[in-house]
């Protein structure tokens, strides 16, 4: 069977960014598949291609690269991480006193989009809440293994002798009130049963950023609430993701076919972002090795830097003068993974637990195919 070149490979990986349209961007009937060629499975020849790259990492923020896979297997981890990673969110809220201006009904969304924190061992023992139904009567009473509860009880009022510096023309209302603005740290953890053992140790369950406003208020009003939390997924409602997003690009390609020097190759470097296009100074070696040099020692150069940083405006392909001079292009099998987490689990842990998942899946297809051929 042909064996390709190098070049031809390339040429296959590469999506072509023109001024208006977008070129090789179809898929083979099986993706990576050639006609007359050998692609049989071959699970060394994929550890050896297949890359993973780390970029920036943070407990909140996780940027990496996955080079060498297909593009199911990499919107596979994106939709996992969006819909399908379990975490704890308040799904139930009792209201037994609110006078404040916001309603009961908008209060208790704010309060089921708060992300919250805690175990996550315990996380993993806690079981799904089932809500009870005429068929299942009881079945879903609230107990310590599938409900966390938080309480929250505040009250605005005067400080000692705030009426009269009211009066006098005071309006800071740290100066005035207390309890006038209401924190999601003022909401309070209530353990049941074996919870105190379980999520006890790392500060039980509270809100991820303690300085989210929940609501404000004036002398007089208040708000008693208890909350009850569940474990559920994004895919039932998106304040149970643990992301706040989980995206991925394609690497962009940029390249220069001739060069762009002078005044040119500033115009140039300004049709990217900041880092994409370094100047470069013209050297007797750079102008030996390509005649379009000669002559231009000491000039400017446009060169690439860091193509990752493009966002693939196609600013320059806008310019004539770099028309048959740059191309632009995407690495569809080279995608860049950028995941924000909530606060609950780690950025890197949660990619973690979307291969988790994945294999999962996979196993589940496995044992599927199994009975039917049996």
């Not at 962009?252 to 900041?274: E, H, L, M, Q």
């Not at 000669?294 to 693939?312: F, I, S």
């Given at each position: 069977?042909?064996?390709?070149?190098?070049?031809?490979?390339?040429?296959?990986?590469?999506?072509?960014?023109?001024?208006?349209?977008v070129g090789n961007a179809a898929s083979t009937d099986f993706p990576g598949h050639?006609?007359?060629?050998?692609?049989?499975?071959?699970?060394?020849?994929?550890?050896?291609?297949?890359?993973?790259?780390?970029?920036?990492?943070?407990?909140?923020?996780?940027?990496?690269?996955?080079?060498?896979?297909?593009?199911?297997?990499?919107?596979?981890?994106?939709?996992?991480?969006?819909?399908?990673i379990p975490t704890l969110a308040i799904e139930d809220v009792y209201i037994y006193?609110?006078?404040?201006?916001?309603?009961?009904?908008?209060?208790?969304?704010?309060?089921?989009?708060?992300?919250?924190?805690?175990?996550?061992?315990?996380?993993?023992?806690?079981?799904?809440?089932?809500?009870?139904?005429?068929?299942?009567?009881?079945?879903?009473?609230?107990?310590?293994?599938?409900?966390?509860?938080?309480?929250?009880?505040?009250?605005?009022?005067?400080?000692?002798?705030?009426?009269?510096?009211?009066?006098?023309?005071?309006?800071?209302?740290?100066?005035?009130?207390?309890?006038?603005?209401?924190?999601?740290?003022?909401?309070?953890?209530?353990?049941?049963?074996?919870?105190?053992?379980?999520?006890?140790?790392?500060?039980?369950?509270?809100?991820?950023?303690?300085?989210?406003?929940?609501?404000?208020?004036?002398?007089?009003?208040?708000?008693?609430?208890?909350?009850?939390?569940?474990?559920?997924?994004?895919?039932?409602?998106?304040?149970?993701?643990?992301?706040?997003?989980?995206?991925?690009?394609?690497?962009?390609?940029?390249?220069?076919?001739?060069?762009?020097?002078?005044?040119?190759?500033?115009?140039?470097?300004?049709?990217?972002?900041?880092?994409?296009?370094?100047?470069?100074?013209?050297?007797?070696?750079?102008?030996?090795?390509?005649?379009?040099?000669?002559?231009?020692?000491?000039?400017?150069?446009?060169?690439?830097?860091?193509?990752?940083?493009?966002?693939?405006?196609?600013?320059?392909?806008?310019?004539?003068?770099?028309?048959?001079?740059?191309?632009?292009?995407?690495?569809?099998?080279?995608?860049?993974?950028?995941?924000?987490?909530?606060?609950?689990?780690?950025?890197?842990?949660?990619?973690?637990?979307?291969?988790?998942?994945l294999k999962v899946k996979c196993a589940r297809i496995k044992r599927g195919l199994?009975?039917?051929?049996?």
């Amino acid at each position: 069977m042909p064996v390709p070149s190098a070049e031809e490979l390339t040429e296959r990986k590469r999506i072509q960014i023109n001024a208006e349209t977008v070129g090789n961007a179809a898929s083979t009937d099986f993706p990576g598949h050639w006609p007359g060629e050998n692609h049989e499975w071959d699970l060394e020849y994929f550890k050896e291609n297949f890359k993973v790259q780390f970029h920036t990492s943070s407990p909140l923020d996780l940027s990496f690269s996955l080079i060498g896979i297909d593009t199911s297997v990499a919107n596979a981890f994106r939709r996992i991480l969006l819909a399908e990673i379990p975490t704890l969110a308040i799904e139930d809220v009792y209201i037994y006193q609110n006078t404040s201006i916001i309603q009961d009904e908008v209060l208790a969304h704010r309060l089921g989009l708060i992300p919250l924190r805690g175990n996550h061992a315990a996380l993993d023992w806690m079981k799904w809440y089932k809500k009870p139904t005429t068929d299942t009567e009881g079945s879903g009473s609230p107990s310590d293994y599938n409900t966390v509860t938080l309480m929250l009880h505040v009250r605005c009022e005067w400080q000692d002798g705030g009426l009269d510096r009211a009066a006098a023309g005071e309006t800071d209302p740290d100066k005035l009130y207390t309890g006038h603005t209401v924190f999601a740290s003022d909401m309070m953890w209530s353990p049941i049963g074996q919870q105190e053992a379980l999520f006890g140790p790392d500060g039980g369950v509270e809100a991820q950023n303690p300085g989210i406003v929940i609501a404000k208020m004036r002398p007089g009003q208040e708000i008693k609430l208890m909350m009850h939390a569940f474990k559920g997924i994004g895919q039932d409602h998106a304040k149970f993701s643990p992301v706040a997003t989980a995206s991925y690009r394609l690497l962009p390609t940029i390249d220069i076919s001739k060069p762009i020097v002078g005044p040119d190759a500033k115009k140039f470097a300004r049709c990217f972002p900041k880092g994409v296009i370094a100047l470069e100074t013209v050297t007797e070696k750079d102008a030996g090795q390509n005649s379009e040099l000669e002559g231009k020692q000491g000039e400017l150069k446009a060169v690439v830097a860091d193509p990752m940083r493009d966002t693939v405006s196609r600013e320059c392909l806008r310019h004539p003068e770099f028309k048959d001079k740059v191309k632009l292009g995407r690495v569809r099998d080279h995608f860049i993974f950028r995941i924000e987490s909530t606060g609950q689990y780690d950025s890197d842990h949660l990619f973690l637990e979307s291969v988790k998942l994945l294999k999962v899946k996979c196993a589940r297809i496995k044992r599927g195919l199994a009975q039917m051929t049996q």
